[in-house]
Structures are given as C-alpha cells and as structure tokens.
C-alpha cells in the first residue's frame, strides 16, 4: 500500500487544483442526474406517464425512500449507488401504481396495479443493471 506523506498530499492536491480536477465522494443526486441520459427506457416511461410532473415526483419520491432510509441502521453497509438506484427504482414503481389507480379509465386494484407498474420497470432494472455494474440477486 502506497502511503503519502502530507507533503504529497498538498502536491497531489496542488496538481487536481492546477487542472481544474475537483474529487468528491458520489451523492445521490449525482446518479439521479445522469439516469435520465444514461437510462433510455427511464426517458421512455417518464414520455408515457401522464402529466408533464411526473420526473419531479418520482425525484421527490426517492428522495423520501432515501431520508427514512438513513434512519435504518445497516443504511452505512450500501453503497451510495445501490442505495440511488433501489429508492428510484421503488419510487419509479409508486409512481406507476399511483398513475394506474387514481389517473386513468381503467382503475385497478392496489395489488394489479403494483404487479403491472413492476412489470414495467423492469426494462429500467436491466438497464440499471448493466450500467453501474449491479449482478441481480434472487432473494428467497
């Protein structure tokens, strides 16, 4: 293991200020900003959901999932990444069950409508996958 003495530490620093480098530690908003550029199918489901609001309620929804989530006490185990991803995810299914019980002719049932809004997301499940490098687990 490479250990640095402070002095390379203010050189190492000196040189990321010099190139204009700034190094911050990953923040959800940070992978909320690129799930819409990265994510085609999150673009897709967010041009067929009704209304011109529904990015910021699913925005504001992982937001919610992710505040009660850092009173959990195994919140620190997760990565910031994973953590980003399974609260929009969870918020991205809400939203979609809440369209198909309260937003369109054919009202459902609130376990019709988890099931189909499930079903939907999937794509976005894969996609996500793939791209931050996530290997799904079944759970039993």
């Not at 505040?67 to 997760?78: G, L, N, T």
């Not at 459902?108 to 189909?116: E, I, N, V, Y």
């Amino acid at each position: 293991m490479l250990m640095l003495t402070p002095n390379d530490q203010l050189t190492q620093k000196e040189l990321l200020r010099t190139f204009g480098y700034q190094v911050y530690d990953p923040t959800p908003q940070a992978f909320l900003s690129e799930f819409g550029l990265a994510l085609p199918s999150v673009e897709e489901l967010m041009r067929s959901a009704n209304g011109t609001d529904s990015w910021l309620m699913v925005k504001s929804s992982m937001w919610d999932i992710l505040s009660e989530a850092i009173h959990e006490p195994d919140f620190i185990r997760f990565p910031t990444s994973l953590l980003t991803c399974a609260s929009f995810i969870n918020a991205l299914v809400n939203y979609l069950q809440f369209t198909q019980e309260y937003g369109g002719k054919n009202q459902l049932q609130p376990k019709t409508s988890r099931d189909r809004a499930e079903q939907r997301v999937l794509k976005v499940v894969d996609e996500m996958n793939t791209v931050m490098g996530f290997h799904p687990v079944r759970l039993t």
